[in-house]
């Protein structure tokens, strides 16, 4: 089993940063990849970013790219989303996944565990 919770969300502006974290317990975090997913109102989970058990590989999708980075503390047991030069559209939703297999992987249902999510609301 594995327990996550986000925190870091809020209210922006447009351009804003923002710095989301995910703390991990239960199984040993360095074993398994974690995943940064968003869901906005009336639309379908996306994906946003993927880290690998090491942090040696990144994914992103191509709408956060060159603005978002992922990241972890396999000490702390934590993964990061930094989010800079916010847009309106970042708003959403914001979750973390745990992924078992270690696949690094944009899809949703490849993540066995969730996080409850945080709020983003960017303002134009």
């Known amino acids: 089993q594995v327990q996550l919770v986000e925190s870091g969300g809020g209210l922006v502006q447009t351009g804003d940063s923002l710095r989301l974290s995910c703390a991990a317990s239960?199984?040993?975090?360095?074993?398994?990849?974690m995943g940064w997913f968003r869901q906005a109102p009336g639309k379908e989970r996306e994906f946003v970013a993927a880290i690998s058990w090491n942090g040696g590989t990144t994914r992103y999708a191509d709408s956060v790219k060159g603005r978002f980075t992922i990241s972890r503390d396999n000490v702390k047991n934590t993964v990061y989303l930094q989010m800079n030069s916010l847009k309106p559209e970042d708003t959403a939703v914001y979750y973390c996944a745990a992924d078992m297999e270690r696949r690094s992987s944009s899809r949703d249902y490849e993540y066995e565990y969730w996080g409850q999510g945080t709020q983003v609301t960017v303002s134009s």
């Open positions: 239960g199984r040993t975090f360095s074993t398994y990849s």
